[in-house]
């Protein structure tokens, strides 16, 4: 009995179709995290137990991996138990409740979502 290629190759495109909103999680264990384009609508744990920073930098002058289609989100998860804090880029405005810009609780997060240029919305657990 051969194997029908033509077949296997349309079902593994059928695969990656029903697939392909599913999200990646990464973890990150570091103390400086800077966003990239391959977060893009997936997920972040920060795994660190030492306070860490997570950076949104400015897409005009950061590097080539900053420049986020409008409407992109970024969930950050804060697994580890040190404080993460977001920073940002010159010329970057973050909006979140009370102006804070950490994630008030281990286990919780946030979701940044992209609004406009070099605007992000933090919106989640923050504290």
């Not at 179709?17 to 972040?44: E, G, P, R």
Request: net charge neutral; charged share 10%; hydrophobic share 35%.
């Amino acid at each position: 009995m051969g194997c029908n290629w033509s077949q296997l190759k349309q079902n593994m495109s059928n695969f990656r179709k029903l697939f392909s909103d599913v999200n990646v999680i990464t973890s990150q264990s570091v103390t400086a995290y800077s966003m990239s384009v391959t977060d893009k609508d997936n997920v972040v744990n920060m795994t660190s137990s030492s306070p860490n920073e997570f950076h949104i930098a400015n897409e005009s002058y950061g590097p080539a991996n900053a420049n986020f289609p409008i409407g992109s989100e970024v969930t950050v998860i804060r697994v580890g138990s040190g404080l993460t804090t977001f920073t940002s880029g010159s010329g970057v405005t973050l909006y979140s409740k009370l102006n804070s810009n950490q994630i008030a609780n281990q286990y919780t997060g946030v979701t940044l979502l992209k609004t406009a240029a070099n605007e992000w919305y933090v919106i989640g657990n923050v504290g």
